[in-house]
C-alpha cells in the first residue's frame, strides 16, 4: 500500500510513520474506549465521541448525526478539507483529519466509528473499528459480499461491540410505497389480516425515479486518465483489483462496479428490503432460490437488469421489479391484496383494526442509548446482515445470469460452484479480513 507523505492532520511524516507501526497489533489488542477507560459509562449529559470515516455525500448525513465530532477521514485531501470546514461552520471547531483510517480508530478519545466509504471497504474498517474497542455506525448496504457480512457479525459479537445500519425505515419514517410506518404492514403480515399466508411482497410498485433498484449502471468502455494529485487512488481501490483510474471508478458514481457496490440494488436495496425482511417476519433467515430477468451482465459494469424474484423456504416471496407499474399490489396474501398508499378492498375498516391490533416488540432506536446501555440497536449486526444477504444473493444471480439454490443455514449456494466463489472473494493485498 502506499502512505501519502503528508497528513491532512498536518502531522509531520515521520510522527505519522512511528504512529503507524503500532497499529498492526489492533488486530489482537482491544483498546477500551473513553466512556469505559474513563470509568464506566457516561451520564446522560455527557456526550458520546465519534469519528467519521470517508467524506462523500453521504458523510453529510453522519455529520448531524448525535455525538461530538473528533476526526474525519478521507483519501481525497479535497473532500476532507470541505468536509472540515463543513464541520467547523457547524461548531465542531477544528476536526483532525487523517487520509489512513487507521489512525483515526487507533484514537482512544473516539467511541463511535463511521463508516461511510463505499462497500468493499466496510468490512474491513468496520472488523478494525471493534478490533480497536469502538462501536460502528456503519453505512448500507452493510457487506459487498456474503464472506465479508459473516465476517463483520463474528467480530462484532466476539469483541461485544454495538452495531447499527444507516437505514431506518423498518423503525421510523413511511415505507416506500406504502406511505405508512413498516410497523402497519408488519400488523398485517403478522395478524394475518390477509390470510395465513406465505405473502408476497412486489417492490416494483415502490420504485421511483432514478432511484430504481435495476439502474445506477457502470461504463463499460472506460479509458484510462491521470489520477488527480489529490487523491490516493490505490488507497481508494483497497482491498479491490488494480485497475486503471477513471473518474467514473470512483466518488458518486462507483455504485456501477461491481468490484465496489451493486448498482442500485446496492445502493437503495437495504432501504427496500431491511423492512420488507421484517414486515415479513424473515430476520432470521434468508431465501432459498432466486430466478433472474436481466440482460447479459458486464464483468466490471453493472448494467440495468429488469426482475428479480427470491422465494423463502415457506413459500414467501420479494419481488424486485424495476419496471414502475403502480397497478400492481406491494403485498399479497391467500385473502387479498395491498395497494400503494395502503390502499385495499379485501380488509374491512383497515384503519380501525390496526389501532387496535398490537404492534411488534419494542427496540431500540437510539443508538446513542444502545451504545449506553449495551443493548442491541433495532437494525444490528444480525438483522442487518440477513438483509444484506437478499441483496448478496440477488447480485450473485445476475452477475452470472442464472437462476441460484440457497441454503439459508449453512449460507452457501447448493451446487454451484461458480456462485460460491462470489461468497469470500480475493481482495488485493496487504488488505483482508
Known amino acids: 500500500m502506499n502512505q501519502s507523505d503528508s497528513s491532512a492532520a498536518g ?7 512511528t504512529a503507524l507501526k503500532g497499529l498492526a497489533a489492533m488486530a489482537t489488542v482491544q483498546i477500551l474506549p473513553s466512556y469505559i477507560a474513563l470509568g464506566g459509562p457516561k451520564a446522560p449529559s455527557n456526550q458520546l465521541t465519534k469519528g467519521i470515516i470517508g467524506c462523500g455525500g453521504i458523510s453529510r448525513s453522519h455529520l448531524g448525526m448525535p455525538g461530538k465530532l473528533l476526526a474525519l477521514c478521507d483519501v481525497d485531501s479535497k473532500r476532507l478539507s470541505a468536509r472540515q470546514a463543513e464541520a467547523k461552520k457547524r461548531g465542531d471547531g477544528d476536526v483532525e483529519g487523517y487520509s489512513d483510517f487507521r489512525e483515526l480508530i487507533a484514537r482512544k478519545d473516539i467511541d463511535i466509528v463511521h463508516v461511510a466509504t463505499p462497500p468493499h471497504w466496510h468490512a474491513i474498517q468496520a472488523i478494525a473499528a471493534v478490533k480497536a474497542g469502538k462501536d460502528v455506525w456503519c453505512e448500507k448496504p452493510m457487506s ?5 457480512g459473516q465476517a463483520m457479525v463474528k467480530a462484532v459479537t466476539e469483541h461485544e461491540k454495538i452495531f447499527r445500519i444507516n437505514t431506518w425505515f423498518r423503525f421510523q419514517s413511511r415505507y416506500y410505497g406504502l406511505s405508512r410506518p413498516a410497523s402497519e404492514a408488519w400488523k398485517v403480515v403478522h395478524h394475518k389480516l390477509l390470510g395465513d ?7 416494483g410498485t415502490a420504485f421511483v425515479g432514478n432511484w430504481k433498484l435495476g439502474q445506477w449502471s457502470g461504463k463499460t ?3 484510462e486518465q491521470e489520477i488527480p494529485k489529490h487523491l490516493d487512488y490505490n488507497m481508494w481501490l483497497g482491498p479491490a483489483p488494480m485497475k486503471p483510474y477513471n473518474a467514473h471508478r470512483v466518488h458518486g458514481s462507483f455504485r456501477g462496479y461491481w468490484d465496489y457496490d451493486g448498482g442500485g440494488l446496492g445502493d437503495m436495496g437495504q432501504h427496500y428490503l431491511d423492512p420488507c425482511q421484517f414486515v415479513l417476519g424473515k430476520d432470521n433467515e434468508s431465501p432459498v432460490s432466486v430466478e433472474v430477468d436481466t440482460q447479459k451482465q458486464h464483468h466490471d459494469a453493472v448494467l440495468p437488469w ?14 424486485l421489479n424495476a419496471e414502475n407499474k403502480p397497478e400492481e399490489p406491494i403485498i399479497t396474501g391467500p385473502k387479498g391484496s395491498i395497494y400503494r398508499h395502503f390502499r385495499t378492498k379485501d380488509v374491512p375498516d383497515l384503519d380501525k383494526k390496526l389501532k387496535e391490533l398490537p404492534g411488534p416488540p419494542p427496540v431500540i432506536t437510539d443508538f446513542h442509548q444502545a451504545v449506553r446501555e449495551r443493548k442491541k440497536f433495532a437494525l444490528n449486526e444480525q438483522n442487518g446482515f440477513r438483509s444484506s444477504t ?15 439454490k440457497f441454503d439459508s443455514d449453512k449460507l452457501q449456494f447448493i451446487d454451484d460452484i461458480e456462485a460460491n466463489k462470489l461468497i469470500n472473494q480475493p481482495m488485493r493485498g496487504p488488505w483482508k479480513i
Open 221 to 223: 468502455n472506460l479509458k
Open 390 to 404: 437478499i441483496i448478496n444473493i440477488a447480485k450473485a444471480a445476475l452477475r452470472l445470469g442464472k437462476p441460484l
Open 144 to 148: 459487498r459480499t456474503i464472506g465479508e
Open 197 to 203: 399466508g406465505p405473502y408476497t411482497f412486489n417492490l
Open 11 to 17: 502531522q509531520p511524516l515521520t510522527s505519522r510513520r
Open 306 to 319: 429488469r426482475r428479480i424474484e427470491l422465494v423463502y423456504a415457506d413459500g414467501t416471496k420479494i419481488i
